[in-house]
């Protein structure tokens, strides 16, 4: 079965200590993995994406990893601030339409 | 726009009521995703339109789900005769291509309670 699980479902740090999201995935075929940031009661926006052959990409104090032998991914926050309280989904496209979502990770930021 | 916008962001229906949810994706955006979110849980896909084409609506858990976007831009997802079972937030999300390397721009949603 196609599955995208997340860990921890929710996570408490301290405001800039670094913490990292994990996500495993059994979904193939394989198009590509993003992760989102989902602030509460809004839409979910795109952090990073990656392809199969790309197994690392920055954007700003985020850092995904991408393992496409084991089929893990990790979200790493650098020097958390408040503003980085959210849910962080991770998502697997097997094709266009073919979109897997996580349970996602909340994550809170005590300053 | 500058957004995909949602309307309405909240609706509260009566059971057995029927309801429609309206999404405005970015314009010139091809692709339409409508997805489905229960608390707490990660976006669940319920239907895909490529312009005017719905392309797969695999995910609608029953007959009473129907969405449309007639002429390619604006969507409307109709559910009939609502039930608890469908409280949820429906999300809507476009896409300027059909290629799923394109980004996805979300709409905030619009949260159904069904009471």
């Known amino acids: 079965k196609n599955q995208v699980e997340q860990s921890p479902q929710s996570l408490i740090i301290l405001e800039g200590k670094n913490c990292t999201l994990q996500c495993n995935y059994t979904v193939s075929p394989f198009s590509n993995l993003r992760w989102y940031k989902q602030d509460t009661g809004r839409g979910p926006v795109s952090l990073t994406i990656?392809?199969?052959?790309?197994n690392t990409k920055s954007n700003g104090r985020y850092t995904a990893t991408l393992d496409a032998d084991t089929k893990q991914s990790s979200l790493h926050i650098t020097a958390s601030q408040l503003s980085d309280s959210a849910s962080y989904i991770c998502?697997?496209?097997?094709?266009?339409?073919?979109?897997?979502f996580g349970s996602g990770t909340r994550l809170s930021i005590r300053p | 726009g500058a957004g995909v916008s949602q309307s309405p962001r909240y609706k509260v229906a009566k059971r057995g009521q029927d309801v429609a949810l309206r999404c405005d994706p970015i314009?010139?955006?091809?692709?339409l995703f409508w997805y489905q979110q229960a608390l707490g849980q990660g976006p669940e896909f319920l239907t895909y339109f490529q312009n005017e084409a719905q392309l797969d609506k695999s995910g609608l858990p029953s007959d009473r789900f129907f969405a449309e976007r007639p002429e390619g831009s604006v969507s409307t997802l109709k559910i009939q005769r609502t039930q608890q079972e469908d409280s949820a937030v429906y999300l809507c999300?476009?896409?300027?291509?059909?290629?799923?390397?394109?980004?996805?721009?979300f709409g905030s949603g619009t949260r159904l309670t069904v009471v």
């Open positions: 314009s010139g955006h091809v692709s």
């Open positions: 990656m392809t199969f052959s790309e």
């Open positions: 999300a476009s896409s300027l291509g059909a290629q799923d390397l394109y980004g996805y721009t």
């Open positions: 998502v697997v496209s097997r094709s266009a339409s073919k979109i897997i």
